[in-house]
């Protein structure tokens, strides 16, 4: 977590002050009074938290931007809520009468049951990638540019 460090979010760490020491710490005991200890278990949080991105206080990338402006639940005009957080509606790729497409509004995912999308669930940036026949990439700068 020093300089040139790069955060998650792509954000490269600077010095705050240049004068100041950098440690070389070989363990979380050199620096932690009482850390940890290595047997413990740890708690893993579920991947099913919503996450509100709309903070100030972590930088977005375009994506992350776009994923969280634009509801992949627009794309489905028939759709039915079938649970807390999910959806079924026809799908967009096959002629058939039947809701057979799934849309789960808390991870802003799709997919169809009958594997017409090879299987992978969609969010909303390759969703409009393949209702528009163009890359991921064409989709973003479209999106970014419509939706601002």
């Known amino acids: 977590m020093i300089p040139p460090s790069i955060h998650p979010s792509g954000v490269r760490y600077t010095a705050v002050e240049d004068s100041a020491p950098i440690l070389s710490v070989k363990s979380l005991g050199d620096v932690i009074p009482n850390p940890p200890a290595p047997e413990i278990e740890r708690v893993v949080p579920s ?13 977005q990338t375009i994506i992350e931007k776009i994923k969280s402006r634009i509801s992949i639940l627009a794309y489905f005009t028939d759709a039915k809520p ?3 957080n999910y959806y079924r509606a026809t799908c967009l790729f096959h002629d058939d009468p039947h809701p057979s497409a799934w849309i789960d509004i808390a991870r802003g995912i799709c997919g169809c049951f009958t594997g017409c999308n090879g299987g992978k669930a ?3 940036i390759t969703l409009h990638a ?3 026949g163009i890359s991921d990439k064409e989709a973003i700068k479209e999106l970014a540019k419509e939706r601002g």
């Open 47 to 59: 991947p099913l938290v919503n996450v509100f991105p709309s903070s100030d206080l972590w930088p």
């Open 82 to 84: 079938k649970g807390r």
């Open 122 to 124: 969609m969010d909303v």
């Open 130 to 132: 393949r209702l528009h």
